[in-house]
């Protein structure tokens, strides 16, 4: 089982960034998936959620209306497209997939920087 993130980096105030999450050794299309983001001495919080199927989505109250999360089911592929980035963004984002039924099927990627700053 793997998921590698990609697609962080170093952005100004206001840019934008497209997170991309690759997994494999699984039947993705069966999979809740996830962002979270977890910055030093803080406890990972939730980004964004978005249900097998893409059927529903959730986001924290933080990026509401600046971040969307989407799936390729044909592709194994999750993103978290990331506009209006503000420095509090700043955090590592990592990508988790949970099992819609099986909640101990629950896998974590290894995380992947995103720095704004000017």
């Known amino acids: 089982v793997q998921l590698v993130e990609s697609g962080g980096g170093l952005v100004q105030p206001g840019g934008s960034l497209r997170l991309s999450c690759a997994a494999s050794g699984f039947t993705f299309s069966n999979y809740d998936m996830s962002w979270y983001r977890q910055t030093p001495g803080k406890e990972r919080e939730l980004v964004a959620g978005?249900?097998?199927?893409?059927?529903?989505?959730k986001y924290a109250d933080s990026v509401k209306g600046r971040f969307t999360i989407s799936r390729d089911d044909a592709k194994n592929t999750a993103y978290l497209q990331m506009n209006s980035l503000k420095p509090e963004d700043t955090a590592v984002y990592y990508c988790?997939?949970?099992?819609?039924?099986?909640?101990?099927?629950?896998?974590w990627g290894q995380g992947t920087q995103v720095t704004v700053s000017s």
């Open positions: 978005i249900t097998r199927g893409g059927r529903s989505t």
């Open positions: 988790n997939a949970k099992h819609t039924y099986v909640g101990a099927y629950n896998y």
